[in-house]
């Protein structure tokens, strides 16, 4: 496949995917298994489940993982490429001049009509994994079960403990997967290179006590390696890096986290604008940003090739099976919080998610098409005092 065109789909889908990782997988799925069917929506499950394994920008990582899947390291690259490199600029920018710049009405009045756009995509990603992920009542009992934890018990620790607890189950409900297409082959020099790379500078950096644009990738590096999900779970990560927390006001970094808010692409593009307000250089802020993608893009290259040998395991199998359910959880959960209870406010703002469901399920608008309206439907609740 042409690398061109995987940029360009990932590009498109930079530009217009806001409403963070929840609403990214909704994205992701909606064109690559609905509209192009570059792949299968079992196949795409058991994707999402493995980028919730990693540490990393799940979302980030899944779009890496197609792109692999269509022309390997290279497509894998573009991908991500294409998906960061709208926000990157964004956030560039605003680390460099506009640090201190606050967001007028009428903006945010558009991005909430983005925002309730979001609420759409993600809920019609929801419907479709859990009819593809969870086909028999036990599995559905713990989609739920995950997604019932979460809201109880927020947190990355409830996330890892339902997806641990997933995966024991269904390991011992071992079943014999379906034969899949697809080359097969054992850990390569090549991943183990990854691997080691992937722990070597986890390790070794700190030990540097560098400074300048080196002292910015250890700092990256490591809030990247060890976080898992991404979103919004790396932002008391870096809040805690002695670097940025003594290198910047709390003004100056809460100002950048509202412009995350606005800007489509992944929340890790956050760390552009940290590293270029922290250095006042365009270079800082380039290696704030591929420090903090790195580990999660050297365990994915490790993993994908022996992946397809992996999953046809009986016991693994299973419970990847089982993990798959949990991830739908995590996304229903994610449905609703932070989805679903920043953006509805009431009625009126109900009223907008549907008729957005409507234009792109009914009427059968284009993605990029229903994108250009979800703002004007922001502006037109704020003009009748609708927050």
Request: proline share 6%.
């Amino acid at each position: 496949m042409s690398i061109a065109l995987i940029f360009s789909e990932f590009f498109k889908l930079g530009c217009m995917s806001f409403g963070g990782p929840a609403a990214h997988m909704g994205y992701f799925h909606r064109r690559f298994v609905d509209e192009t069917r570059w792949i299968e929506a079992r196949d795409y499950a058991e994707l999402m489940a493995l980028c919730q394994f990693l540490p990393g920008p799940a979302s980030s990582q899944m779009g890496m993982a197609i792109g692999y899947r269509r022309a390997g390291v290279a497509g894998s690259l573009v991908a991500f490429l294409g998906f960061t490199l709208p926000s990157a600029v964004l956030m560039l920018v605003a680390g460099l001049w506009l640090a201190q710049a606050e967001l007028n009405g009428a903006l945010d009045a558009a991005l909430h009509g983005l925002k309730l756009l979001a609420v759409a995509v993600v809920a019609d990603a929801v419907s479709k994994l859990y009819a593809s992920g969870c086909p028999d009542r036990s599995r559905q009992g713990m989609a739920l079960l995950t997604a019932v934890a979460i809201w109880l018990w927020p947190g990355m620790a409830t996330q890892l403990a339902a997806i641990a607890l997933a995966a024991v189950i269904g390991a011992s409900r071992p079943i014999t997967p379906l034969p899949r297409q697809g080359a097969s082959q054992p850990l390569s020099r090549l991943g183990a290179l990854y691997l080691l790379l992937f722990a070597g500078l986890l390790l070794l950096l700190p030990w540097l006590n560098a400074d300048g644009e080196l002292a910015v990738f250890d700092a990256f590096y490591r809030a990247g390696a060890l976080v898992f999900g991404g979103g919004h779970v790396v932002l008391p990560l870096l809040d805690a890096q002695p670097l940025i927390r003594d290198g910047m006001s709390e003004d100056t970094f809460l100002a950048g986290y509202s412009l995350a808010q606005a800007v489509p692409g992944p929340m890790f593009s956050f760390a552009a604008y940290l590293g270029s307000a922290l250095e006042g250089s365009l270079l800082s802020g380039l290696v704030a940003l591929i420090a903090i993608f790195l580990p999660g893009w050297l365990l994915l290259m490790a993993i994908l090739p022996v992946w397809e040998r992996l999953r046809q395991t009986p016991r693994l199998a299973g419970a990847l099976a089982w993990v798959v359910a949990a991830t739908v959880g995590l996304l229903l959960a994610a449905l609703y919080a932070p989805v679903f209870v920043s953006a509805v406010t009431g009625p009126a703002t109900m009223a907008v998610v549907v008729f957005l469901w409507a234009l792109l399920h009914l009427a059968r608008l284009p993605l990029w098409a229903v994108v250009l309206i979800a703002p004007l439907t922001g502006l037109v609740l704020s003009e009748f005092g609708v927050a």
